[in-house]
Nanobody, 120 residues
Framework: QVQLVEAGGGLVQAGEALRLSCTAS????????MGWFRQTPGAEREFVAR????????EYTASVNGRFTISRDNAKNMVFLEMNSLKPEDTGVYYC?????????????WGRGTQVTVSS
């Protein structure tokens, strides 16, 4: 079954950086698209970034484009999210997941996520 373990969150000030990591299992990682999502209280979970199986193709939501970088290490079944120039509106619980074609649907199983809090 799918297992996802996120780490690297914390409390930072606006303008600072964090690097999130995720270890994923339960699917063939090296041929899977992976993504990062985030959720704030009272809101639905939203897409942040996704990456193709080779690590070359990447896509970001507009609000993080140019500040966040997604990457992966297929040898370790890990995906990363480098977050720079953090803003208070980036605050939330961050989750990684497998993403399936053709509708960019994430797996139904989610990990516990990692909390990111950005103070102004």
């Amino acid at each position: 079954q799918v297992q996802l373990v996120e780490a690297g969150g914390g409390l930072v000030q606006a303008g600072e950086a964090l690097r999130l990591s995720c270890t994923a299992s339960g699917r063939t990682f090296g041929t899977s698209f992976m993504g990062w999502f985030r959720q704030t209280p009272g809101a639905e979970r939203e897409f942040v970034a996704r990456i193709g199986w080779s690590g070359i193709w990447k896509e970001y939501t507009a609000s993080v484009n140019g500040r966040f970088t997604i990457s992966r290490d297929n040898a370790k079944n890990m995906v990363f999210l480098e977050m720079n120039s953090l803003k208070p509106e980036d605050t939330g619980v961050y989750y990684c997941n497998f993403i399936y074609f053709p509708h960019w649907r994430p797996d139904d199983t989610w990990g516990r996520g990692t909390q990111v809090t950005v103070s102004s």
